[in-house]
Nanobody
Framework: QLQLAEFGGGLVQPGGSLSLNCAAV????????IGWFRQAPGREREGIAC??????DAYYADSVKGRFIISRGKDTVYLHMNNVKPEDTGIYYC????????????????????WGQGTQVTVSS
C-alpha cells in the first residue's frame, strides 16, 4: 500500500518562502499524480494544487495561484510556497488520486486517497 510523507513545514514570516516536499515510502512516485491540500485551523481541508504526471501540467486554487508552484523532483513532489500570507497557515497534506481519478482540476478531497500525515506551516511575524 502506498504511503506518503510530507516534509518541510515550519514557521515563516509573511512575504517569505517555504518549500514542502512529498515523498513515497518504499517506492518511487515518478509517475503518480499528486495533490496538495491544506487544513486551516477551524476549517475543512481544501485542495490547493495538483500535478498531473502524464502531461506535466498543474492546477491551482485561486487562493494560491501565482504564489505557489508544484513541481516534481527525484522521488518527490514539491510545493514551493512564495509570498506567503497568514491565511496560508495550516496543516499541509499530499495525496494521490483514487483509482479512476486523475489530476484534472483543483483537487477534491473525496477523489484522493493515500494521505500523508501532514506537515504544519505557520505564517506569522
Amino acid at each position: 500500500q502506498l504511503q506518503l510523507a510530507e516534509f518541510g513545514g515550519g514557521l515563516v514570516q509573511p512575504g517569505g518562502s517555504l518549500s514542502l516536499n512529498c515523498a513515497a515510502v518504499g517506492r518511487t512516485m515518478d509517475f503518480d499524480d499528486i495533490g496538495w491540500f491544506r487544513q486551516a485551523p477551524g476549517r475543512e481541508r481544501e485542495g490547493i494544487a495538483c500535478l498531473r504526471s502524464s502531461v506535466d501540467d498543474a492546477y491551482y486554487a485561486d487562493s494560491v495561484k501565482g504564489r505557489f508552484i508544484i513541481s516534481r523532483g527525484k522521488d518527490t513532489v514539491y510545493l514551493h510556497m512564495n509570498n506567503v500570507k497568514p491565511e496560508d497557515t495550516g496543516i499541509y497534506y499530499c495525496a494521490t488520486p483514487n483509482p479512476g481519478y486523475v489530476c484534472s482540476d483543483i483537487p477534491k478531497e473525496g477523489q484522493y486517497g493515500y494521505w500523508g500525515q501532514g506537515t504544519q506551516v505557520t505564517v506569522s511575524s
